[in-house]
């Protein structure tokens, strides 16, 4: 009001009333129909120990050993594992970073560092796919 007349109280009691009467209806009308927080559609798994067939692999890669990673997985799993590792060529670390389990089948995901061929350092993750205690994948 630019023309200097004073509001009267009564009025600015109004305005004031008008304005928290206003707030506490939103607030009220928010906290009746807020849904909270919506549900994760991707539900966590149960985590679980680290798989001995797993464990294993993880330490015949570790310890360099073709021989026992071909004696443990068949030619299809050997190249996927290849395939997972690349373009590691020392490999000289694995850390075993977790494994969930649902209905018979885990999934166990490791990192490896290493070098690759020019030296330089690098890590990489791969998941092992097992069912009961056999590997049947890795991605």
Do not use: C, H, W
């Amino acid at each position: 009001m630019s023309s200097g007349v004073p509001v009267s109280s009564t009025r600015a009691a109004l305005i004031l009333a008008t304005f928290l009467g206003g707030l506490v209806m939103g607030v009220a009308a928010y906290a009746l129909t807020d849904k909270g927080v919506d549900a994760n559609p991707y539900a966590s798994l149960p985590k679980i120990a680290e798989p001995a067939a797993a464990a294993e692999v993880a330490r015949d890669l570790l310890n360099d050993d073709p021989k026992a990673l071909s004696n443990q997985l068949d030619m299809t799993v050997l190249q996927q594992l290849q395939t997972a590792i690349d373009p590691l060529v020392d490999i000289r670390s694995i850390k075993f970073v977790g494994a969930v389990e649902k209905n018979g089948r885990v999934l166990a995901a490791y990192v490896a560092g290493g070098r690759i061929s020019d030296g330089t350092d690098i890590v990489r993750g791969f998941v092992l796919r097992l069912t009961g205690d056999q590997i049947v994948g890795v991605n």
